[in-house]
Every structure is written in structure tokens, then in C-alpha cells.
């Protein structure tokens, strides 16, 4: 083995810091940082191209720890490598409040590029890291100048590789051909539940192959070869690479080296004594980081800084010579919109047939696409059926890099992941499309984007019983409400065409989390507007659409999507009937709550009790809006096939249920 | 091609049954029955083990179309073959009330082994399958008698194995070495975006064997050749087979072999009729089964039915021969459960620590074990920390196929799905183990075993902040209220030792539908009991803990698991202020919505509308529990790194927190 002291001393500083953080939180996983540290530290100090001082900077490298539960070894190579997180936070390791949560957090944590934890993620989410750096290369580099020229990086595990949006992602980055996706994956052999054998057994050099990838197989404690190894991997540019690192689990450890003990718990303080020993390390020396160690990692720190301000030089060149496409790169990244946004959304008249609202959905991304020049969509193989296709955008592939309409195949999983990643990365804006129920297959990447607070967005087609003959694997009953109980996405079902407008608008201003369009297969109505329940109000979550009287109403019936015509001709007949009755649009809880509580009362009085909600899909959760005197029309059960009509009569979501319950209150 | 002619009008009669369906329906997918006729009529004729007149006998062979969307293969195959499943039911298809719903649901049409439709799904029920099978095999088969002895076969599409979950079952599937599982692969290279091309361009073969699987690769319209491959899949009893079948799909539409327009539309009247002339049909012929057609399929159902007399006789002797095993085979069989049941559940002692309810899960477990030797379960690498290991029970293996604890690896997704395809084989009581957070990813497997109506068992530890230092990527928050607006599936949080025992009392016993036992990573007090509040009201989904006096309360505390004790506490200091409040144990919403109004009123009397909800998790539909005067003490966002303690502090469910939420109303 060739290490030379100095570089054995940093390795080992990562480990004890690892081993000492965890020990005094005791709580953690010391077994993988102290595994994996020697190639971490090779990847850190002589390839990852990063700014300390300047974590955002656009054009740096992007790593991942996909297996986030090694947070420590993530923190500990910020730390010394001068990132704004000092030993104090070290030392407060997964405790509240600190920067050094449990797991990586991007939100809380300077440096750290993604939250991780939960397996499969972060190789999923890389994948679209680097899809993003491929396009916008593409998109903005010339001839003579560079704008963006990076690696995207992960440290990948057992557990990453056993879950199934590893393969969905690997498939899609190998038939992407994305050369500049490099995987160190920590082969250790095992598992908390013990050994790989156990349960993981596959040839994942073959089966990387099989998906196209480049593969090495090295000794991960070999600083030579796995330098070796990232440099070819970098020479390798049709093809993401994956270096299989041979690695020993609690590196160090005379009792938990190779041993599932060491994985999930701390070594314990006479283990942690005797791998200091070990290590040739002081034993009372915690937290202790020498000096020549701060140098070595600094010293490649300060040559990250010097390739920005050499960057934002060329950058300075690049604007002088290519003025249009540097406003045009700078407004991506900044995520700035056009100034007249609102002012290009289409305008949709009046029409009592309508059409579906992934259709108006669809015409919107046509009216918007010649604005948005880096909007990058696609599909899990629904391309058609979820109107997605930005036409005229070429399709993403290794010969277009610039094409805009990605083929992900029936891949919903790493397709969310891809968008988070697209949003992490910054410059494009992503979007996906899949039906409302397969949300299902992607929810992981969701509740990450959430947690992460990225900007992605879901265009969700199908959304009820409203689709008919497909049945009830495909009719989502509980989507709505298991969705809008998930903290920080907006959930948005509108209810015409021009809801549908605004919905995007507000789904693509959005910048600190994803927002789900949960759009229609069948036609609906394009509703009536006067200024007094103009779409614009799509955004305030709820509005009163219409009230037959001037005075107080003495019901409401509140209604989302497709059931917004559905409450509007039970209000007619009830006007009929003599019942005053307001009707208002909710196609969003999560904008609704944001609103002020004057707001929210003007929309729904505390002096109207009677109320009647009504939307094709559960009715849990409705309850906070009707109260205990109201009533919600929907279904607690699972669909069925057939015509959409005779479901919609079916299940007694109709005109007549809504009239029924209004007189009934 | 070596196709006599009756076989091709066999062939032809399960084509034109299905274009002439779709066609009528003006819905579904054509082309997948088209192209895959030939490979599922010789699978279908001359290796099949099934009875049309019994498709409950045990011993069947398992026929898996993981592409449900083909459902008209199926229905025309059960149609032939004599199931009962009448032509009229096939001019239906797609209606509502029809036994031909558009994805094929196993509730719904006798003979269908399992819903599908949500893809890769299949693929993984029938991994569980084939474990199911050989783990019986291996129980009770003796040197003489062969009782279960089946193949399990499967239909899967290229959407199928672009889905992780395809990954994850596959991989697990090679290492178990499950040589009777048989998967036909329709390769017609076509998805519903177009070629595969556009997003699938991995080497499957390549990919299956680097999971150990045994590969072939045939012409999917050569009846020798599908005969051959099949002959010899059956032989290699060491591995899986995947048999790649090369076909077009729609084949025989002179304009739409071959083409995506084929696959989820009908042909169009006009390409039915050039499409029926090109496989030599009479066009005005609609659902036309030619006698000898019938004659064909039923004489192989014949024999089908004679083996299962064969069978019966044998289990005759069996029953004779080994009396003890017989009667073992037969509970089994019909999940029958031992006649003392309830006395075998453990009584837990009053006792102020108490224990985590993952710990007293398992110690029910290490109760029943003895006594349910036909419980199979396993955790997705986590069986430690779930508690959900059998001791003594082995390990199932390629070695050991009796043993009881499954090591699922990290592959959430398909343990879910593997244990849907046990619970649909019978014979064998799954359950399966991860982190409560963790069932987003396999929540595809957890609806669809809600709508098939199997009785797995998901034991769900870590289930809220109180697992502390893992922070919010492992901290459940909206899970409980996302798994209780799904239908048909039992959630079950119990609040201490003796609500988890009833809690799995009813998990075991029931047997349409899965159960979610959703159990603290921390500790929690056993309380103390009388008759009165009995744990086994558990099963009763909520019920009276303790009233402070006989008169009727002036509020009511309603808490779920690691709250209960909580909610105890409070009661007891808002006694001492002179309020008199009843403590309501709600271990189960779903449990209690069975109850009839009766004992729901007496549990929440409508009079007390002064109620306070306690849960760590999304106050999202409490509203239902507590009204609109109520209030719920619970979070709506994402949770922290930190000790437990001080999350329940930051996030203000606290004793505090209720007693003030009273003293406010």
C-alpha cells in the first residue's frame, strides 16, 4: 500500500473525527466513514473541483454520500477542508439544532450538496445532477469559452445498490451515455443485518455493464489505484463509470473491522481506545485535527478558489464576447423568468365542453416553452397521455444534449429523483409527468424534494375515477389526501383551463419546494371569469368562485378539479330552489393556509356552518374545511372500471348528491 | 415457423377475441395479446398445471400477466379454457360490473392469480410465489409424497423491467435460487412513447445473469421454440428462468405491427377488419371461438382436472400416512389458527419504563413462533432494529427452505410484494419489517395488496420523531394519516405491550386485507389494566382507557401509541385542577369506523365537544376525531436530528401542551 504519512494522517484524522463524533452523540455509524475514507480523501484533495468559501458556486463539482447514514465522514471532509462548519459542530453531532445533523442535510449544512438517508437517493438524484451539467454545457458553451464543466460525484453503498431506483437510474444514466457521472461505490461486503451474503449476492459488475456503465474494480484502501482510477474513469466521456472500491467496514477497528457491529452504533470507548491504538493515534485526543492536515486540505481548498476567480474571469471574457447567451445563462441561473411573465400565460375562453386540464396543461407548456428556454421535461413513458411534449425541443439523447424532452421509460422513481437533482444543480427547470396514482412509485423522491425544498414539478394526469375503464390500479382514491399531508409540497388541482394556467405559474415561480398538477384525463368545462373570481386567484389556494346573492350565503360548497362545474350546477339549481349558496374553488389546501386568516374568512366564514365539499377522491381530511356539520361528497373506497360517467353515478359523486346534501343540512 | 393450423386458430381465436373486446370497449390495449398469443396459448396448452373448475386448488400452477394492462390475453385464455368467464362477460370487458374490469383484479374473475396493471408489480408477487412454494414443498412433501409441487410462470413486459422494483425481486429471486420460477419476457421492443429505444437500451439478458438467473433468448412466434424453452426453464431447478420471447407486438395488423399505436388504443374498425384478413378470420365474425378452439384448450383442462383428482387421491394417503403433517398442511392451508389463540397472546406487566412496542412486537413473535409454523417473515435489512426476528427458525435459503426469516436485503419494494404473493399463494402467514418512513417505498405493494384483499403483515418501527438522533429523513410524519386514507388497509399503532399482542391478534386473523402494526423505536410505560379496559379492546380500534369520574367528562383526550401515556398523564394533572377528562386509547381508526354507532357514540360521546387529540405525527384528518371545536397536538412539518426528548419539547407535544389545549377549549 502506497501512503505516504501525511496522507495516512489525514485519512486517519477523518476517521477519528468520525469515530469520536459519533462515540460522544453515541448514536451514528462510524463502520462506513472509516471504510471509505481513503478514497473520500483522494477524491477530496486531488479531483473534486470545489470552492469551500463559495459552496454555490455553479460550476464546481457535484458530490453525493448516497449512503447518508456516513454523514460523518461528509462533515468531517467539510470541516477540514474550511467549510463554514467548525469543530463546535462537530462536537454537536446529531444534536438539535446543530449543522451536523444525523443524516446530510442540503438545507442546514453549507457544502452539503443533497440531503441523503434514505438508500437509493442520491444515486438517483446525481443522475440528474449531471444530466443538468450535460444540457447546460451544451446549452451555453462555445468554442472558446467553458461556462460550466463539471463531474458529478457520488459515494454509493450495499444498501444503494440493493434498492430498486438504483437500477431504474443506472439503466437511464447508462442509456444517456452520461460520461461525467462517477460512482465510488463502497463494496464492503456488509450489512446491518450482517454479511452481503445474506441477502446480495448479484454480479454488480456485470450488471452494470448490462446497463452500459464503465467499470473498474479497485482497492479502496489503495490511495494509487483508486487515483488511477477516478483519472481514467474522467477519460471515459461515453459512459458513466462506477469504481468498484474493495473496502473494509470500521477500517481500524482490532474488533468491529469487517463486522456488521461497527455499521449503526458507536465502537464503544474501549474499542474506540483500542483503534486509535490502531491508527496510531493519541486515545485522549478527541476531536483532534493536526495542522499539517488543515494544510493538506487546504492548500487544494485554495487551489478550488483560484479555478473560480479564473472561472468568473473567463466568465467576465464570455460576456464580452457573447452578450446574449450570458444573460440568457445568467437568467437560468438565476432562476429569473421573463419580466411579463403572467402577461404570456394563455388565455382560455369560455367554453361549457372545455377540454381536460392536462390538455389546457399541455398548451400552456406550448405557450410557454418559446420563453423558457431552459425548461426540461419528460415522462415515465405517458408522453401523450400526460401532454407533456415541449414539441419542436428535440428529445434528450447523447447526440442532443440541448434536447429538452426527456424519455425517462416506465422509470417514475428515478424520473423524480432526476428532476430533484436537475433543480439541486440549478439552470433548468424541471418537470415530470406520470398519472396521479403512480405518485405512489415515486414518493420517496417527493418527500426528499420536499425536505430539500426543490423546485421540481409533477404534472399528474388521470387523477380520479375520472379515467375511467383503466379501473382502480389506476384511479387514485387516497393520492390528494396522502399528498397534501406531506409538510412543504403544494398539491394543486385545478378546476378549468385558466386554473390551469396559473397553476403552472405558480409551480414555476416557486423556488423553495416541488408542486404537484394533479390535471384530468376527461374534458371539463373552461368556466366563466369576471375580475371578481379571476383565475389569478388560483393562487390564494381558494376564492369564491360565485355567490347567487349579495347577502351572506346560508351554504358553501367547496370543490376542487373536475367537481368545480359539478358544485357550480348544484348551485343553480339550488338558487332554483331558493337556497342561497356560494361556490368556491380550492384547488390548493397548502396556498389556501398560506393566506391571511382575513383572507380565509372572507372565503369561508366561521358563520357558515353549512358546507359541502365535494371532490372525486377520499374524503379525508376534508373535515377541516366543512366542519362538524358538513358534509363531504367523495369515496373511501377503490375505484372500479367502466365508463367514467357511470363511475362518477356510481359512487354518488353528482349534481344531484351535492343538491341532496345542501338540503339535507 | 412451425405452427399447425389448428394451433394458429387457437392463436388467432385469443387475437381476435381480444382486438374485437377492445375494439367494442373503445378501450384498452390490443397489441400486448397480439404479439404475446403465441408464447401464453403453448405455455397455456401444453404446460399449464391448472383446473378451470376449481382455480382455488393449491397446487396449481401460478400464472402471473405482470403487464395487466394485456388484460384481454388473460380473460380469452380463461374464456377457452373454461374458467367461468361466459363470452357475454367478454363483450363487457371494460364495463362497469363486468368479470372483465381493464387491469385483471383477482377479486373480481375466477382464475385470475393476482391484480395488475401497476407495472413490475407482478414481477415481484410472483417472486413471493415461488417462495411461498417451496417453502411448503419443502415442509411437507415427504419422500413419497409430493403435495405441493407447481411452477410459477409470468408474463413480463419491458415496462415491467425498466421498474426498480423488477430489480429488487429479480436480485432477490437469484439469490434464493428459485429454480420453479419461470418468466416470459415479451420483448416487442415497442413502448407507448415508441421504440424502446428511445429510453431501454440495457442488456437484459446480460443484467439477469449477473443476478444469477437462466437466460434464453427465442422467436416468441416459434411454437417449437417457446415448447423448448419452457421444457428446459423447467429443468434448471437451480435458477430462475427468464425465457426472452422476440415478438411484434399487434401482430397481424398490417398497419400497426410493430408500432406504438398498437399497444393502448384500439385497432380502429377499419385495421380490425385488414387485420382479421390477414390472419385469415372472417371479419363480420365478432367473438368468434371456433369449436375445435374449445375442443383444444378444454382437453387440456381436462387433464388439468384429472391431475387434481390424481392429487386429491394422493393427499388421501397422504392423510393416512402422515396424519400429524396432514392436519398441519390443512391449517395451513386454510389459515386456520391455533383453537386457544387469544391464550397464547403474552400478558405484559404494569410497569412504568415499560418497553419499546418494536421490542414487545418481537417478544409476541418469540411467543407465537412455537405455536405458527407457517409464519414466514423477514425484514429489509433491518431485522435487528425491527425486532422481527423468529429465533431458532432458520434462515430461508437455497439450503433451507423451511427456514421462517426471510433476509430480504435492502428492497423494501419487493418484500412488500413478495409478501402480497405468499398471502395470494395461501399456506404461509408473511409479514415483513422495515421503517415506518420506509413504507413510501413499497406503498405501490401496500395498495395493491389493499385491493387484492391479502392479509400481510407490516411491522413498522421507528414510527415518529421519537426515534430520535436519525432526523427527518427516518422520521415519520404524514405516514399515518397517508396509510389511513387508503382503503381497505388496518392501521394498528398500539400505546403500549398489551395493545401491540391484540394488535397482532387481529393482524393474524384477518384475511382481507393487510395490516400496518405502526410500533416506537423508545420506550413506553405497560399500563395498568382492568376488565374494564381490557387490552383486547384494542381490536375495537379505540375505546375508554380511564374516565377521572362517573359523570360524563367535560373533555375528551384521544392519543394513539407512544402518546397514550401522555394523555394519561395529563388527565391526571388536569384532575388535580378539578377537570374531569376521559383518556380514549385510539390504537386504530379503521377498527373503530367497523364498530357499530352504539359503541362509537359511548367511546366519543357527541355531547363532548371539548376534545383534544394527541399524536407525533400530521394533525392532517384528526378534525374527523375532535370537530371543529377541537384541537390536535401534533406537527406538520418535517422533523429534527436530536435526542427524543428534546424533539418532543421542540415540537410541543408535551403533557403541557394537552393540559393547556383543555384548559383553553
Known amino acids: 500500500m502506497s501512503v505516504s504519512s501525511l496522507d495516512q494522517l489525514c485519512v486517519n484524522t477523518i476517521r477519528t ?25 483522494v477524491l477530496w484533495t486531488r479531483f473534486l473541483k470545489h470552492n469551500p468559501e463559495n459552496p454555490d458556486w455553479v460550476n464546481r463539482d457535484r458530490f453525493v454520500l448516497s449512503a447518508g ?39 442546514v449544512t453549507p457544502g452539503v450538496e443533497m440531503t441523503t438517508g434514505p438508500l437509493g437517493q442520491g444515486f438517483a438524484t ?70 452481503t ?30 487515483e488511477a482510477a477516478i483519472t481514467e474513469a474522467k477519460d471515459v466521456h461515453t459512459q458513466p463509470s462506477l469504481i468498484i472500491c474493495k473496502t473494509h467496514i470500521g477500517f481500524g477497528s482490532p474488533n468491529k473491522q469487517d463486522s456488521a457491529s461497527s455499521h449503526g452504533s458507536p465502537l464503544g470507548e474501549e474499542e474506540v481506545i483500542l483503534t486509535k491504538k490502531q491508527l496510531r493515534w493519541e486515545a485522549d485526543e478527541l476531536f483532534h485535527v493536526p495542522d499539517e492536515v488543515v494544510q493538506q486540505f487546504r492548500s487544494w481548498s485554495d487551489a478550488g478558489s483560484e479555478m473560480e476567480e479564473k472561472w468568473k474571469e473567463t466568465m467576465k471574457d464570455f460576456e464580452a464576447d457573447h452578450p446574449e447567451l450570458a444573460v440568457s445563462f445568467k437568467n437560468a441561473i438565476h432562476h429569473q423568468l421573463p419580466v411579463n411573465f403572467e402577461e404570456l400565460l394563455p388565455v382560455f375562453e369560455t367554453d361549457e365542453t372545455g377540454l381536460a386540464s392536462r390538455k389546457s396543461s399541455g398548451l ?32 434528450f439523447t447523447p447526440n442532443n444534449r440541448t434536447g429538452q424532452n426527456v424519455h425517462y421509460g416506465v422509470r417514475e422513481h428515478a424520473m423524480a429523483a432526476a428532476a430533484n437533482g436537475m433543480a439541486l444543480h440549478g439552470g433548468v427547470i424541471p418537470y415530470t409527468g406520470t398519472f396521479f396514482i403512480f405518485t405512489d412509485y415515486m414518493r420517496p423522491a417527493i418527500r426528499l424534494g420536499a425536505l430539500m425544498e426543490t423546485p421540481s414539478i409533477f404534472v399528474l394526469t388521470h387523477d380520479s375515477i375520472g379515467l375511467g375503464e383503466d379501473g382502480p390500479t389506476h384511479q387514485p382514491v387516497e393520492h390528494l389526501a396522502s399528498l397534501r399531508a406531506m409538510p412543504n409540497v403544494t398539491v394543486i388541482r385545478p378546476g378549468d383551463a385558466n386554473e390551469v394556467a396559473y397553476a403552472w405559474k405558480n409551480a ?71 337556497v342561497n349558496t356560494r361556490v368556491v374553488s380550492m384547488p390548493s389546501w397548502e396556498l389556501f393556509q398560506q393566506q391571511d386568516k382575513a383572507y380565509q374568512e372572507s372565503v369561508l366564514p366561521s358563520s357558515v356552518i353549512k358546507r359541502v365539499a365535494v371532490e372525486a377522491g377520499s374524503t379525508f381530511g376534508w373535515e377541516r374545511w366543512v366542519g362538524s356539520e358538513g358534509k363531504v361528497i367523495g369515496m373511501d373506497t377503490f375505484g372500479e372500471s367502466g365508463p367514467y360517467k357511470q363511475l362518477y353515478e356510481h359512487f354518488g359523486i353528482t349534481r344531484q348528491a351535492v343538491i341532496e346534501a345542501v338540503l339535507n343540512l
Chains 1, 2 share one sequence.
Not at 204 to 215: D, N, P
Not at 374 to 384: E, F, K, Q, R, V
Open 17 to 41: 473525527l468520525s469515530i469520536d463524533a459519533v462515540q460522544k452523540a453515541n448514536s451514528g455509524h462510524p463502520g462506513m466513514p472509516m471504510g471509505i475514507a481513503d478514497v473520500a480523501y
Open 69 to 107: 447514514h456516513g454523514s460523518m465522514l461528509l462533515y468531517s471532509l467539510l470541516h477540514v477542508s474550511g467549510y463554514d462548519l467548525s469543530i463546535d459542530e462537530i462536537k454537536k453531532f446529531r444534536q438539535l439544532g446543530s449543522k451536523t445533523p444525523g443524516h446530510p442535510e442540503n438545507t
Open 126 to 195: 446525481g443522475v440528474g445532477m449531471a444530466m443538468a451539467e450535460t444540457f447546460l454545457a451544451s446549452s451555453f458553451n462555445t468554442p472558446d469559452y467553458s461556462v460550466i464543466d463539471h463531474f458529478t460525484y457520488a459515494i454509493v453503498s450495499d444498501g444503494d445498490l440493493m434498492e430498486g431506483i438504483s437500477h431504474e437510474a443506472a439503466s437511464l444514466a447508462g442509456h444517456l451515455k452520461l460520461g461525467k457521472l462517477i460512482y465510488l461505490y463502497d463494496s464492503n461486503r456488509i450489512s446491518i443485518d450482517g454479511s
Open 197 to 226: 451474503d445474506l441477502a446480495f449476492t448479484e454480479d454488480v459488475a456485470k450488471r452494470f455493464e448490462a446497463y452500459g456503465w464503465h467499470i473498474q474494480t479497485i482497492d479502496g484502501h489503495n490511495h494509487d489505484s483508486i
Open 364 to 395: 400552456v407548456l406550448t405557450e410557454l416553452k418559446e420563453h423558457l428556454p431552459n425548461l426540461i421535461g419528460g415522462s415515465a413513458d405517458l408522453t401523450g397521455s400526460n401532454n407533456t411534449e415541449l414539441k419542436d425541443k428535440g428529445i
Open 508 to 578: 414555476l415561480e416557486r423556488t423553495d419546494g416541488p408542486t404537484l398538477l394533479v390535471l384530468t384525463r376527461q374534458n371539463i368545462p373552461t368556466l366563466p371569469r369576471t375580475t371578481a373570481n379571476a383565475a389569478s386567484l388560483t393562487e390564494r389556494g381558494a376564492y369564491v368562485y360565485r355567490d347567487t346573492k349579495q347577502t351572506e350565503p346560508e351554504a358553501i360548497l367547496i370543490a376542487s378539479g373536475s367537481e368545480l362545474h359539478l358544485a357550480i350546477e348544484a348551485q343553480n339549481e339550488l338558487l332554483e330552489q331558493g
